[in-house]
């Protein structure tokens, strides 16, 4: 397959779909019917949509995967289909089309599309692994009892800190908000600021503010639950850090990329797995990792698990080969699994005797961030669409001193609570 790659141009392959069938990569695939049958004699043909990952060789390993399956299942052609662009906005509008794929990835899990009937329960397509998968990974797919996915990655976020200018400044690694606080405070000079959550000064703070202090975003019913007297306290405690002037604003790129903290502009960040390849590069060991403190005694501190789940197409003309395909990749092939979450980027196996035999998770900083996920990781609840998150981050400029807080959070969780009833048709 790899003889094959220098056939197709760079735009081409991302703007397009690759035929797999038995075993053998097909160029002409975009003229392919992704409702089924191919020239290749196949009885299946499977639409599978990935959206347009950054990291280099992702592409050509899910069309490795796809050639070993068809190996595998002669019967069953994949069509891989790469999409660039907004991929979620073109995931909705083709799902409500003829033209819809088998098998498609999600980003944060939505509980509206197993509500609707868009995809289906896979608690068959898990079987006795089912009890392999972490916590997070089972429950942030979970609609009344049943599950509508199979996470392929997660994706850990945490605050990392720079151990020398930390150490020089005679301050340990937070422990608690407070802490945080006064080290943001401390690290701040006329050159460079303590601590950078994104360019806006909000990032994932006031979502992970609230977990923090033990209050929930939704709860699993459906109530609004961001309202509760400990997140107000956890967003009013925000604005302590813009107060102090302490945050890095408007910097050339956000939060999610790391060379603000890589390039020495800030010696805190929040910030992802994902960045720690080029953070080990540009300072050795010469950083660390840490949850998200506590807001006071009795809370829990909180990195967040986000990551991406394969799905089935519930109206789909394929469901049982689809779900063939989701499970034999995201169940069966733990070499597959493994290689997918280190081998491009820097991702956890939701499985967790996957994630232990990974040997770049095995030590140092990213064994301390798997433990740091299984300890105390949050997933965003399923009902945490755009139009819910929208209204929970208006009220974030409470952050800033704008308007009363106790105002602007009852106006989000009212304007929240109407989204959440639509998604759930209340």
């Known amino acids: 397959m790899s003889a094959r790659r220098p056939e197709l141009s760079r735009r081409g392959f991302l703007t397009g779909s690759l035929l797999v069938a038995a075993g053998t990569v097909f160029t002409t695939a975009c003229g392919t019917d992704p409702t089924g049958g191919s020239s290749s004699g196949a009885k299946t043909t499977l639409n599978v949509w990935y959206h347009a990952y950054g990291?280099?060789?992702?592409q050509q390993a899910v069309l490795r995967y796809a050639t070993a399956f068809t190996k595998a299942n002669p019967d069953i052609a994949v069509k891989v289909t790469w999409v660039p662009g907004d991929y979620t906005a073109k995931l909705n509008a083709t799902l409500l089309t003829e033209s819809a794929p088998d098998v498609f990835e999600i980003g944060d899990f939505s509980e509206a599309l197993a509500r609707r009937g868009q995809i289906a329960a896979l608690d068959d397509v898990y079987g006795s692994a089912k009890s392999d998968f972490n916590t997070n990974a089972v429950e942030s797919v979970a609609v009344d009892g049943k599950l509508y996915g199979v996470k392929m990655i997660d994706d850990v976020m945490m605050l990392y800190y720079r151990k020398?200018?930390?150490?020089?400044a005679g301050i340990t690694p937070p422990a608690t908000f407070d802490d945080l606080v006064a080290a943001a405070k401390a690290l701040t000079t006329?050159?460079?600021k303590g601590l950078f959550v994104g360019n806006d000064g909000l990032g994932d703070s006031p979502s992970i503010a609230a977990f923090a202090n033990g209050s929930d975003l939704v709860t699993p019913d459906g109530k609004v639950a961001f309202g509760s007297a400990q997140a107000l306290e956890a967003l009013t405690g925000l604005k302590r850090l813009h107060d102090d002037k302490s945050l890095l604003l408007g910097f050339t790129t956000d939060w999610w990329?790391?060379?603000a903290f890589a390039q020495g502009v800030v010696p805190m960040q929040w910030g992802g797995l994902w960045s720690m390849p080029a953070v080990s590069k540009a300072l050795g060991d010469d950083f660390g990792v840490l949850p998200?403190?506590?807001f006071k005694a009795g809370a829990a501190p909180v990195v967040r698990v986000g990551g991406w789940t394969s799905c089935v197409?519930?109206?789909g003309r394929n469901v049982d080969a689809a779900k063939k395909f989701v499970q034999w990749l995201w169940v069966g092939q733990s070499d597959l699994q493994k290689d997918f979450a280190e081998s491009y980027g820097f991702h956890v196996p939701p499985r967790t005797s996957v994630a232990a035999s990974a040997q770049k998770l095995s030590a140092g900083a990213a064994k301390e961030t798997v433990e740091l996920a299984a300890k105390y990781g949050k997933h965003y609840p399923g009902t945490w669409d755009t139009a819910v998150s929208s209204t929970f981050n208006?009220?974030?400029k409470i952050t800033g001193g704008q308007g009363d807080p106790a105002a602007l959070l009852a106006d989000a969780v009212k304007k929240a609570q109407s989204e959440i009833d639509k998604q759930?048709?209340?």
């Open 313 to 315: 197409n519930a109206k």
């Open 424 to 426: 759930l048709g209340r």
């Open 190 to 192: 006329d050159k460079n």
């Open 55 to 58: 990291e280099a060789g992702t």
């Open 164 to 168: 020398s200018a930390l150490s020089k």
């Open 292 to 294: 998200w403190p506590a």
């Open 394 to 396: 208006a009220a974030a």
């Open 257 to 259: 990329d790391p060379a």
